[in-house]
């Protein structure tokens, strides 16, 4: 399976094609120029359990990263992959101004 995680800002979700199918998203709220409020992942039921949605949020916050942003997770599945994965918690910041 080869997997491809693009940014679709007028939706305001990162999107994974997997064999050029999409597979899943990871919505957002942009909150300033540097900082990205995740607030949902989805995951088409055909491609769950094979590693879909880590690769996901994988691939989104790389790329978050490579811009210099920031992120606030509120989506739970994202919370999560950045608890388990330290290399990833700088991102965070803590403030959410609603």
Do not use: N, W
């Not at 880590?54 to 691939?59: D, P, S, T, V």
């Not at 992120?71 to 919370?79: E, G, L, S």
């Amino acid at each position: 399976m080869s997997y491809l995680v693009e940014d679709d800002p007028a939706r305001r979700r990162f999107e994974i094609l997997v064999d050029d199918a999409l597979a899943g998203f990871t919505a957002y709220r942009p909150r300033g120029a540097d900082v990205l409020v995740f607030t949902h992942t989805e995951v088409d039921p055909e491609f769950r359990g094979k590693g879909v949605g880590e690769a996901l949020i994988r691939g989104t916050l790389d790329e978050v990263r490579r811009r210099g942003a920031r992120v606030v997770p509120r989506c739970p599945f994202m919370a999560a992959f950045i608890d388990r994965h330290s290399a990833y918690a700088d991102l965070v910041t803590a403030t959410d101004e609603q």
